[in-house]
Structures are given as C-alpha cells and as structure tokens.
C-alpha cells in the first residue's frame, strides 16, 4: 500500500475512494509490527481500538458528517492522559497507572477524528535530550540506529520519522520537540506559552511546559495546532486569544526582517557544516529580499544555567505527589511510611530525575531560595525582554536547532550538564514563552538530517507558519 507523507494526500486518497481509513490503519500498524522492536519508539499499540475508529470513520466520510482530520493517524507522547490508558511518563513510579480522563489537546483531536494508534516513549517525565532516559529502554534514531533521536520527545519524532504514524503529540519544556524533530529530519512546533491547554499534561515544569505537534510538513502543523489551541476551562493559563487560522498561508510576497543571533552562528561548539548550510540559506533570503540581519543576544550563555535552575525547582515541587502512596509504584521493603516515601521514590525514580528534584529542592531551600531561584527568575525576565526587544525590529529570529547532529546512542558524560548544553539554542524560547518551530532543512555529510529554528512574536504562529512553509520550499 502506498504510505502518506501527508494529511492532504491522505485526505484526497479518501475522498477519491483510493484507499479507507481501515487499510491507512492496518498499513501503520504492519509498519510498526515490522519496525517498532528496533526503534522502541512505541510503548504501547492500541490496535484494536484504532482499527474500530477507522471503521467508525470510514462510516462518517461515505455519510458526509466525519471531522476536518478524519484519517489522520497520530501516536501520543507517554506524558498525556488517554483515558482507559495506561500513563506512565516513561517512569516505573507510574508503573500501573491508568488514565481516568483524556487530556484536553486529546478530546478536541478525538472531535475530529482522528485516530490514536498509540503511546510514544520519552525521557522520564519528560527530562533529557537523548531519549535514553526511559523505563523502556532507549529510542533509536531511524536515521541511523546507533544515533539518539533526541528527547525527551523521540519517540514521537522517531516515530514519524519511521512512518509509524501520519504525526505525533510531544511536549516542549526547554527544545523536547524542536530536538528530537532536528535529529529525526521532522517539523516541530512549540506553540506561545498558553496557546495549547496543558490539561491533562504531566507537569515536569509548569512554566515552560508545552504540547505540540511533530509532522511530515509544515501543513500538518498547522492542521493540528488549529484544532488544539485555544481556551480551556480546565486549564487556567491558557489564553483566550482568538485562534487563527493556522492552515490558510499567508502568501504575501512582502519581504521580511530576520534577525540572526550572532552567538548561535560563530559559537565555537556549532557544526562547521550546520554553519555554513545556515549561512546559505541567509544568502538565499537575501536574494530573494528579505532583510537578514546580524544581532547579538548576550545573554546565550546564561539560557541553560538559568533554565536547569528554574524547571529544576518546578520539578521539584511537580514530582512531590509521586510517593508510592496514592497510585504507581510502591515499594516492597517498607514498613512504616517514611520508608514507603523514600524507597518507593528512590526505586521508583531513574537516576537524571532524582538528579534534578535534589537539585531542585536544594535551589528552593531558604538558605538559597533568594540566591538562585529568585536570581534566576530575574534573569528570565531580562531574557524574556531582551527577545522582545529583537521582535520589536524583526519578524523573526533565526537561529540552528541544534549545535550538531545525533550523537551516539550510550554516549555517556562524567559531568551531567554537558549534556544539558544540548538546548543551548532551543531554551530562550521557553524561558521567553515565545512560538519556535524546527524545520528540516538540511542533510550533513554524514548522512544526518539537522535542521534551522525560527522565532517569533507571542502568538503570531499564523506569520511564523507561513514563513516556515515558504522556507520549505525556498
């Protein structure tokens, strides 16, 4: 059976009564049947419910009355409540937990038909660039097996990659999309802070959290972004701005004003091949007039220090209602409760997220609350303001996604925050809450994708989208 790298050849395959949802449904999960076991991109297959929706929607489409993404075929990141669903986050201290409700960005999907073939592996709780932190084992990257698919959302972009699903939901807290989108050779997006309901997200760090969407293309995000943004009751910062119409493209021809950091492109960790191809791409802009300027963002080295001080203590505080006793998993070797606490949290929790909740409860602690978190938290609104002001003079910054391609799988660190370097580019727009898309533009000579970022004013994905749709096909 021929395999869709779209939503419009998809839909126009079923409107032609070329092919059903059943058989689009039956092709993935043969995909996954044949692939998945070397990828690991999948934890959990919902076969039979999915093959029942198709049907359920092929009945819908000959009626006339199926929803504006009946067929699209989508897996979810292990971070998202899917109600009757096991919901783990990767962790064993979730082990046997099952969902009693669907997460918001789930529901409106569901109003759509779409159809949910399945749970998608991550880093625990959603920390780690490398998607080696997982109760299930490691994701590999389809690229080349002995590379990571980044994290924490690989396996939703390991997954889209392999032609596994049409598209896939991830959640971004400092790059956990754009990443692994980059290391996978996919789109994706991370919406403006409070455009897409958190509801129904596990919280690894409450201000920086958000979900979004990992594609073929620039048009299935767009797709998908116009269905799950907007207002929700059940989630309090969530905007009340109007959604746009995110698939209908801007296709003005007036030139734009591009900002290029300056310590992102002659940053001596960068790639020289992922500097020049950006270079190239600057010089292509410019010939077909746009304005593409150099500007400097002095504050790149303070992003990741700032960023692991802040979603540290967040986490801190998140993973507090984790503790053996309510739910998930409860150690064995306990007699009172104290032990229970602390032995079903040191078994239940992996290594990198018990670094970080200590971590996080040390910077919260009242000999040094005001020192670092208070700290930090001025530094964030000083990186928020300093973006602003870029924006104020350009339409977007454009920056690389990541300072290199995939790494080696079991590539292991004797100190834990190189490792953190990894976001070095991704994470201003989280501590910013600015939209930020990753575009795979690019292919190294050793045969890995890697990809550019764009940046851009709170709430402007419809200018952000357009213009990353046309970068495609520059």
């Known amino acids: ?83 009757n669903h096991k919901l783990t986050a990767s ?11 669907n997460a918001t960005v789930i529901e409106k999907l569901l109003a759509e038909d779409v159809i949910i073939i399945g749970r998608l592996n991550c880093d625990e709780f959603a920390m780690g660039s490398a ?72 919280a690894y760090s409450s201000s920086f959290d958000q979900i979004g969407p990992i594609t073929n293309n620039v048009e299935d995000t767009s797709l998908i972004l116009e269905v799950i943004a907007g207002k929700d009751k059940m989630d309090s910062t969530s905007s009340s701005k109007e959604v746009e119409n995110y698939s209908l493209f801007n296709s003005e021809t007036k030139s734009k004003k591009i900002a290029v950091v300056t310590e992102c492109l002659e940053n001596e960790k960068l790639d020289s091949e992922i500097r020049f191809s950006i270079e190239e791409t600057i010089e292509k802009l410019k010939k077909n007039g746009h304005t593409v300027e150099m500007v400097s963002f002095p504050f790149l080295d303070q992003l990741v220090p700032t960023y692991y001080v802040l979603t540290t203590a967040e986490a801190s505080s998140n993973l507090a ?25 040191t078994e239940g929790f992996g290594k990198e997220v018990q670094r970080r909740i200590m ?11 005001e020192a670092y978190f208070t700290k930090a938290q001025q530094i964030r609104r000083v990186i928020q303001d300093a973006t602003n002001e870029i924006l104020k003079d350009f339409d977007f910054i454009l920056t690389p996604t990541t300072p290199h391609t995939a790494f080696e799988l079991g590539q292991k660190h ?33 045969g890995m994708p890697f990809a550019l970022q764009l940046l851009a004013k709170n709430f402007e994905e419809q200018k952000l989208l357009s213009f990353s749709n046309y970068l495609m096909e520059l």
């Not at 297959?45 to 819908?60: G, R």
């Not at 596994?164 to 999309?177: E, K, N, P, R, V």
């Not at 971590?359 to 602690?365: A, D, P, W």
């Open 1 to 83: 059976m021929k395999n869709y790298s779209s939503f419009k050849q998809t839909f126009a395959a079923l409107n032609n009564a070329e092919t059903t949802c059943l058989a689009i449904v039956e092709n993935y999960l043969s995909t996954i049947s044949e692939k998945n076991a070397e990828i690991n991109a999948f934890v959990e297959v919902f076969a039979e419910e999915a093959l029942e929706k198709a049907k359920i929607i092929d009945q819908k489409i000959s009626d006339g009355t199926a929803g504006q993404l009946a067929g699209m075929v989508i897996g979810v990141k292990d971070n998202i409540c899917i109600k």
């Open 91 to 101: 962790s064993k201290i979730l082990d046997g937990f099952e969902s009693l409700f």
């Open 131 to 202: 998607n080696e932190n997982s109760v299930y084992g490691s994701v590999k990257n389809p690229h080349n097996l002995s590379k990571v698919p980044g994290g924490s959302s690989g396996g939703s972009a390991a997954a889209v990659a392999s032609n596994f699903c049409l598209a896939a939901l991830g959640s971004d807290t400092g790059g956990s999309i754009r990443q692994p989108a980059a290391f996978c050779g996919v789109v994706g997006l991370k919406p403006t802070y409070s455009r897409v309901s958190r509801y129904g997200l596990i």
């Open 321 to 345: 209602r984790f503790d053996g006793v309510h739910y998930g998993y409860r150690s064995k070797e306990t007699s009172n409760l104290e032990e229970t606490y602390t032995k079903s949290r």
């Open 359 to 369: 971590l996080g409860t040390f910077v919260l602690s009242a000999g040094y609350h």
């Open 414 to 446: 004797k100190d834990p925050t190189v490792m953190y370097l990894e976001d070095i580019f991704t994470v201003q727009a989280n501590l910013s809450g600015h939209p930020a898309i990753s575009l795979p533009l690019f292919k190294h000579s050793n």
